[in-house]
């Protein structure tokens, strides 16, 4: 896989640098992606599962499929590319890290100041009062946990057709309005408003590098493509850099 000279050249200590990760990331640790032929929504389906009407209609259901997520997600480790975006960070002093991760697998490789899109697996909250609950429940139960106000506990996660975190999209934004390279790695790029992050970053003259094993909507837009498993890319990016003396 050939990094260009371009790239390592534009990667200097003043550069911006925002990047936007996807379940692709969290691939090489066992998490299943969304989209993939073998991944979640391929298997199981997002309107029951991912939304609050399928909560509302089958809450058992939803709280031990999130409870099952949460078993599988509690047994995997980050992989070498979350240790490398963890490093990255250590490099560049202009450096914004967005995840539509809900693993916090980034948060245990040691990225810091992580801006989740989508919310996180490991908290829940009161659907009526909205009460912040951790991850105390027992996740073999099918019980769902209700808060002392009488409403039902849900995960902490954005589902479909649900508002991102007003603070999460506003700085997301205004890292991708404001960088000198974009990176989208090991996202399909097929779900707003994470999506439009890549194109707003290019539309203000950002170079944009896609790290997929996979062409996506956005590799015909993207300045680069490295068509490798990101867990492979980024430790040779991060060695190209260290060869560069950034
Ligand atoms: N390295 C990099 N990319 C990879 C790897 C890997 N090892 N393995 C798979 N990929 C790529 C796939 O080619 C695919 O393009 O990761 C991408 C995963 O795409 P999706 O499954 O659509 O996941 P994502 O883009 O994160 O989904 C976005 O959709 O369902 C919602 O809220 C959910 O946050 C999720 C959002």
Not at 156 to 179: K, Q, R
Not at 184 to 200: D, K, M, Q, R, W
Not at 213 to 227: F, H, I, K
């Amino acid at each position: 896989m050939k990094i260009s000279n371009k790239l390592i050249e534009l990667l200097d200590l003043d550069c911006r640098i925002a990047i936007l990760t996807g379940t692709g990331v969290s691939a090489e640790s066992g998490v299943s992606t969304f989209r993939d032929p073998d991944g979640l929504w391929s298997r199981f389906n997002p309107a029951e599962l991912a939304s609050m009407n399928g909560f509302m209609s089958n809450p058992e259901l939803v709280w031990s499929w999130y409870n099952y997520r949460r078993e599988i997600i509690n047994s995997v480790k980050p992989n070498p590319g979350h240790y490398a975006l963890a490093e990255m960070q250590k490099l560049f002093p202009y450096y914004t890290l967005i995840t539509q991760n809900v693993d916090r697998l980034h948060q245990s490789a040691g990225s810091s100041n992580v801006i989740e899109l989508h919310g996180n697996i490991i908290d829940n909250h009161c659907v009526r009062c909205e009460e912040p609950f951790s991850n105390e429940f027992d996740l073999r139960s099918k019980v769902v946990p209700h808060c002392k106000c009488g409403g039902m506990i849900r995960p902490s996660v954005v589902w479909f057709g649900e508002m991102l975190p007003d603070a999460a999209i506003a700085d997301a934004y205004y890292a991708a309005e404001n960088c000198d390279v974009f990176f989208s790695i090991g996202t399909s790029a097929e779900v707003f408003p994470a999506a439009n992050l890549p194109h707003i970053a290019r539309s203000k003259g950002a170079y944009v590098v896609e790290i997929n094993p996979n062409q996506t909507s956005l590799s015909n837009y993207a300045d680069e493509c490295l068509r490798q498993p990101s867990g492979i890319a980024m430790p040779e990016l991060i060695l190209q850099l260290k060869v560069k003396k950034i």
